[in-house]
């Protein structure tokens, strides 16, 4: 499953179907994806990632994942099963048009845990995959102002060999991080500028 992963990411790069934002817009009120990940593409549930301004390659190879039951989380693999291609680009060009939320405001800056956070940014070497800026680029996602609760459970699923990409970079950039180390990393993300 995971060379199928690393298939459809290298053909994400080169596709060429003219994505349609707005009628991604009325797929993603008529499949009722507002309801989780907010109508502005900024979730307000806890767990649930916030999908505007997020990267459009990141966002079609997530739904080709689920949709081929690579990727397993139960209500994304039914919502995106069966869907053809052009619909999932379309939902992809709308919530990466939405412009990206203000850092999550849910809980206060702690400033020692963002000074923690950001200590270990540039020894994972983050930026060379999400950009010094963190807003991700092509099947690489934004997580800059991204929730931290679902930072948080990303990387442990990561690092605990639970979540699948398209490759195991990531896996091997959480490696070794304690759960406070990985707190520190959600937090900083989750609040930076």
């Known amino acids: 499953m995971l060379f199928a992963a690393a ?3 290298a053909a994400l790069p080169g596709f060429a179907v003219a994505q349609d934002a707005a009628r991604g817009r009325e797929l993603a009120a008529t499949a009722h994806c507002t309801n989780c990940h907010g109508a502005d593409g900024r979730s307000q549930m806890e767990g649930i990632p916030s999908l505007a301004g997020q990267q459009p390659g990141f966002i079609t190879l997530q739904m080709i994942l689920f949709r081929e039951g690579i990727r397993q989380v139960p209500a994304m693999q039914a919502f995106a099963q069966n869907m053809p291609d052009k619909d999932i ?5 709308w919530f990466a048009s939405l412009p990206p939320g203000p850092p999550d405001d849910r809980n206060a800056r702690d400033p020692a845990l963002f000074a923690a956070g950001q200590a270990l940014i ?3 070497n983050c930026a060379s995959c999400h950009l010094p800026s963190l807003a991700g680029r092509e099947q690489i996602p934004r997580i800059t102002g991204q929730r931290e609760d679902f930072l948080l459970h990303t990387m442990k699923e990561y690092r605990d060999g639970q979540r699948v ?5 990531m896996n091997s950039a959480v490696f070794g991080l304690t759960d406070a180390d990985l707190a520190a990393l ?3 993300l989750s609040h930076r500028d």
């Open 89 to 93: 680009e379309d939902l992809a060009a």
């Open 186 to 188: 959600a937090h900083y």
């Open 122 to 124: 540039g020894p994972r």
């Open 7 to 9: 298939v459809l990411a």
């Open 165 to 169: 990409g398209a490759d195991t970079v």
